[in-house]
C-alpha cells in the first residue's frame, strides 16, 4: 500500500510548518505580541489553511496585505508537524508547553506564587486553588517538557469592567467568563527559569489567546521597576493605580486588542 502522502498535502504541511518556523515579531507598536509571516505561498492552498483556521490573512482597504499570521490552533498544528517530521523548533517551543492549567496543579502554582512574591504581594493558597477552580481558562500555565512540571504561569479573571480593583485579587464572583477584559493577578517564572525571555513568551501568548477569544483590553498593576518591562511588551503606562495591594504604590498598565 502507498502510505505517501499526497502532493497537496505535502505543500501544505510543509508550507505550514516553513510559516511556522520563519515567523518574526510584528513590529507594529500595537500588537507585539503577534508574529507574523510572509505570503510567498501558493494562494489556493493559503486559502485552504485559512479554512480550516489554521491562519489568518489580514485585508486592508487595499486587498489582502502581504503577510499572514498563525493562529493558536495553526501553531499547535505547525508544532505537532515538526514534531512527526522530526524537524527542530525554537529552544523556548522545545522546552515548555504553554497552556491551561489542570486542577491538579492548583497546589503547584500556590507554592510557585509563595515563591515569587513577598507575603504581602503573594495571593495565598485558598485564593489560588479558588482561581483555578472558578477561572482555569484565565490561567496560562508554562510546563518544563523534561520535568512535567510548572516552570511559571501567568492569572487573571474577565470581567467588562474597565479599571482595575484590588477587589479583583480577593473575590473570585467578580470573575465573569464572556467578560470584555482581562485583569491580570499574577506573572511569575521559577527563579531556575528566569532571564531566557519566559515570561515574555507567556505574556505575548496570552495576549494572541486573549486576542482570539475577542477580548478588548487587558489590564495590570506593577510596581516602578516593572513599568519598562510592561512597556517593552506593548503595554502603556497609565500612571499611578488607586490600588494599594500589599500596601504598596502600583502602577496601570493596559493593552488595547481590539478596539
Ligand atoms: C518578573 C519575572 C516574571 C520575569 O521573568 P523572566 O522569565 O526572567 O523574564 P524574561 O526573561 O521574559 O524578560 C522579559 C523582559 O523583562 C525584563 N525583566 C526581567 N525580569 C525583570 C525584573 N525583575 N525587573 C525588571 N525587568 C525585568 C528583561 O530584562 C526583559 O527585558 P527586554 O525586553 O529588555 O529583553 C520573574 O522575574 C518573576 O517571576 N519575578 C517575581 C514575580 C514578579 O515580579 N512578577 C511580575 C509582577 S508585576
Known amino acids: 500500500m502507498n502510505d505517501k502522502k499526497s502532493y497537496e498535502k505535502a505543500v501544505e504541511e510543509l508550507s505550514l510548518m516553513l510559516m511556522y518556523l520563519t515567523r518574526t515579531q510584528d513590529n507594529n507598536e500595537f500588537c507585539r505580541y503577534r508574529e507574523i509571516s510572509w505570503k510567498g505561498y501558493d494562494f489556493g492552498m493559503l486559502d485552504r489553511l485559512s479554512d480550516e483556521e489554521l491562519i489568518i490573512q489580514p485585508r486592508s482597504r487595499r486587498g489582502y496585505d502581504k503577510y499572514l499570521y498563525l493562529t493558536e490552533q495553526g501553531r499547535r498544528k505547525a508544532q505537532e508537524l515538526l514534531a512527526e517530521y522530526g524537524l527542530c523548533d525554537k529552544t523556548l517551543n522545545e522546552r515548555f508547553v504553554l497552556r491551561n492549567i489542570l486542577p491538579e496543579e492548583a497546589e503547584q502554582a500556590a507554592e510557585i506564587e509563595k515563591i515569587c512574591f513577598p ?4 495571593c495565598t493558597r485558598e485564593k489560588i486553588v479558588e482561581r483555578v477552580a472558578a477561572a482555569p481558562e484565565l490561567f496560562l500555565v508554562a510546563v518544563d517538557q523534561e520535568t512535567g512540571k510548572l516552570a511559571g504561569f501567568l492569572n487573571g479573571i474577565a470581567t467588562d469592567e474597565y479599571a482595575f480593583r484590588d477587589e479583583f485579587f480577593t473575590d473570585i464572583r467578580l470573575h465573569k467568563p464572556d467578560g470584555k477584559n482581562v485583569m491580570l493577578l499574577g506573572l511569575d517564572v521559577l527563579p ?4 531566557q525571555g519566559l515570561a515574555r513568551e507567556i505574556m505575548y501568548a496570552y495576549l494572541r489567546r486573549e486576542h ?5 483590553m487587558i489590564a495590570l498593576t506593577c510596581l516602578k521597576p516593572k513599568v519598562k ?10 500612571g499611578i493605580s488607586q490600588s494599594a495591594w500589599g500596601g504598596e504604590q502600583w502602577y496601570d498598565m493596559v493593552y488595547v486588542l481590539n478596539i
Do not use: H
Not at 212 to 216: A, D, H, I, S
Open 119 to 122: 507575603p504581602n504581594e503573594a
Open 192 to 195: 531556575a527559569y528566569r532571564g
Open 212 to 216: 482570539e477569544n475577542g477580548r478588548k
Open 229 to 238: 518591562m510592561y512597556t517593552r511588551m506593548g503595554y502603556q503606562n497609565k
